[in-house]
């Protein structure tokens, strides 16, 4: 059962990171492939202050999630003033820096990672309500991405996306609205990276590496790129995937090289079969029944 | 001798320009796009801006909306500085435009279009859409309001629901010129609205430009089609190599065998 419970937990938080991941590359349509550094950056925020600070672990996983979201906007804002590549040369910068600093610095607990980081809720309310807790926060993230993408910021998102010179023509700003919301999406990135935290509570930089990136990138191609339900759809089959492996009995020599091919061969698979991905995107921006109401 | 006193002269009221630019240059490297432009528009007039290929028209409009920054010159929008703004924030004062090449939002539908176009648009901030939702839902049904108002006065309240880039050239055109208008300029400046319109769009681009000015919106029109900034325009400025050679009526300016020269070459 604790297995069960242990995996509805990585679901949920591949869910949130997929969905948010999703509106900041799908929707808004920046090119950045580091994600889990945010997500490792509320960790590690979250995880230090309540262990060596004493600072309440709901507390400390909210500044988690806030040094994500503001890291994430010093990164953005430069980088965005010049030209949207250079979020994506600025973001795995930062990414491979930030992980890089973590494993040479003694208070992250360097490349051996951090441990004994103080749990949360487990030994008061058991692992269930924990993967509940999780479950709400992945439920939460994928409504309030929905009601974004779908609502008046999501029409601004597809206008900017079609013609961004025309988008500021009408005196609309676009370097403010990209900042917004990939800050918006990385702090929700940290604060599932607190919640991995305090469950585990363990961590190391390795976790966060390129190869977590490509993972999730891989979430939300395979599952549908600009859509609600795509980025569940592949982070469910991507976390659950590899774990199905593991109850065909090979041996481990296999296993192991088995589950890494699996998300090369899906990408290929799917490059060639369905490059729009299992749930496709419409070419037309789409308000919610509420807005059109 | 005692001076001879002036004449006195009843004072002819000027009428307070909407937009002001003097001596705007830009140049390229070697390409010169703007050379001492001085160029004025009043509130209620349309100006056509006519010239051959290559004059700088557009560039003039791109200076002017903020596309680029002038080289030296300066721009006012009711007697304030738009020079050092960001294109955005020119919009928001009251100046909108066109594109020659449309520059819809084609995953938008008309409505859509249109809804992005009023100079504050309360959907853009995270911030208050989470703290006032009511607040911006309101002025979201307000626009849509304005929007469905605009769509039945340009005659494209039929395709409200179509996609844009599902629309005839000639509807884009005029989906263009609606959503600039959701602005509520003081200064409308149009870029080739004409080029590729005809029939209905056409008579109906003439009458809704006409019913702009004459709410009080200074109006700037690039068109090559002469016919129409003859039958539009209230006078024209001729501009050649990114200068203004000429200004006056528009049937003077096509008169002149000197601009005819420059405009077609010999």
Request: proline share 6%.
């Amino acid at each position: 059962m604790d297995y069960l419970l242990t995996l509805a937990i990585l679901i949920g938080l591949s869910v949130a990171l997929a969905s948010s991941f999703n509106l900041i590359i799908g929707y808004a349509g920046l090119i950045s492939i580091a994600h889990p550094v945010f997500y490792a950056i509320g960790a590690y925020v979250s995880a230090l202050l309540a262990r060596d600070h004493g600072v309440p672990v709901p507390l400390a996983m909210l500044c988690g999630a806030l040094t994500a979201a503001v890291a994430s906007a010093a990164v953005a804002l430069p980088s965005l003033r010049v030209s949207g590549d250079y979020l994506l040369i600025a973001s795995i910068g930062f990414q491979l820096g930030v992980l890089e600093a973590i494993k040479n610095v003694s208070v992250t607990g360097g490349a051996g990672g951090l441990t004994n980081i103080p749990p949360f809720l487990i030994h008061e309310a058991g692992r269930g309500a924990y993967a509940a807790l999780v479950l709400g926060f992945a439920a939460l993230t994928v409504w309030l991405n929905r009601a974004i993408a779908h609502g008046p910021y999501g029409r601004a998102l597809s206008a900017m996306r079609d013609d961004e010179l025309a988008f500021a023509g009408l005196g609309r700003d676009a370097v403010a609205m990209k900042v917004a919301v990939f800050a918006f999406g990385s702090g929700v990135a940290g604060l599932a990276g607190a919640l991995y935290a305090h469950y585990f509570r363990f961590v190391t930089p390795e976790q966060f590496e390129i190869l977590q990136s490509a993972a999730l990138l891989t979430m939300v191609v395979v599952g549908g790129v600009r859509t609600t339900w795509g980025p569940v759809l592949g982070a469910v089959l991507l976390q659950a995937l590899p774990q199905a492996i593991t109850f065909l009995d090979l041996p481990s020599a296999l296993l192991g090289p088995l589950q890494g091919l699996l998300f090369t061969g899906l990408v290929l698979v799917f490059m060639f079969w369905r490059p729009q991905g299992l749930i496709p995107a419409g070419d037309a921006w789409r308000a919610s029944r509420r807005e059109e109401a | 001798m005692a001076p001879v006193p002036a004449p006195v002269t009843a004072p002819v009221p000027v009428p307070a320009p909407v937009l002001a630019i003097e001596g705007l240059d830009k140049r390229f490297g070697g390409i010169v796009v703007a050379d001492g432009i001085d160029l004025t528009l009043t509130a209620g007039r349309i100006v056509g801006l006519i010239g051959p290929n290559g004059a700088g028209k557009t560039s003039l409009f791109n200076l002017i909306s903020g596309v680029f920054p002038p080289d030296a010159g300066t721009i006012r929008l009711d007697g304030q500085r738009l020079d050092g703004l960001a294109m955005h924030r020119r919009a928001g004062l009251g100046l909108a435009r066109t594109w020659q090449n449309l520059r819809l939002f084609p995953s938008l539908s008309v409505l859509d279009n249109l809804m992005m176009g009023p100079r504050s648009y309360p959907g853009e901030r995270l911030l208050r859409l989470a703290l006032d939702p009511g607040g911006v839902r309101r002025q979201e049904d307000e626009t849509r309001r304005r929007a469905r108002a605009v769509l039945e006065r340009t005659r494209l309240a039929g395709v409200a629901g179509t996609r844009a880039a599902d629309l005839t050239f000639g509807q884009q055109k005029l989906v263009g010129v609606a959503r600039a208008l959701m602005n509520d300029a003081r200064c409308l400046l149009l870029d080739e609205p004409m080029a590729g319109v005809e029939g209905q769009a056409y008579e109906i681009m003439q009458a809704v430009v006409r019913e702009v000015a004459a709410s009080g919106v200074a109006v700037c029109v690039v068109e090559h089609n002469v016919a129409f900034i003859r039958d539009l325009c209230d006078e024209g400025v001729f501009m050649f190599a990114g200068r203004v050679l000429a200004r006056g009526p528009v049937g003077t300016l096509i008169a002149d065998p000197r601009l005819t020269e420059l405009y077609f070459g010999t």
